[in-house]
């Protein structure tokens, strides 16, 4: 089993930043992507930003400029710097560990909420 742990978000105003971290840990052999989503209530989760093992990002056309993806493999750990928030960016943020097995397995942390004051 693979535990995934949030932590960074909160309350900030319009302009600020805030930087999300996301630790794996658990039953490990091979992560390959790592990613953030996030979700309001009653929409459906959304792709924010996700990088590969190799380090090949991938980012929602809303966040570009402005978000920020990285990892480090050695501590299994994703990073979102998230600059110039805008009160629309106001979600919970998931974050999404696909370790390779057998097959992709995914699995999910339980969400951070980030909140942007106008």
């Known amino acids: 089993q693979v535990q995934v742990v949030e932590s960074g978000g909160g309350l900030v105003q319009a302009g600020g930043s805030l930087r999300l971290s996301c630790a794996a840990s658990?039953?490990?052999?091979?992560?390959?992507?790592m990613g953030w989503y996030r979700q309001a209530p009653g929409k459906q989760r959304e792709l924010v930003a996700t990088i590969t093992s190799g380090g090949s990002t991938n980012y929602a056309d809303s966040v570009k400029g402005r978000f920020t993806i990285s990892r480090d493999n050695a501590k299994n750990t994703v990073y979102l710097q998230m600059n110039s928030l805008k009160p629309e960016d106001t979600d919970v943020y998931y974050c999404?560990?696909?370790?390779?097995?057998?097959?992709?397995?995914?699995?999910w942390g339980q969400g951070t909420q980030v909140t942007v004051s106008s």
């Open positions: 658990g039953s490990i052999f091979s992560i390959s992507a």
């Open positions: 999404k560990v696909t370790v390779t097995g057998r097959a992709l397995y995914h699995f």
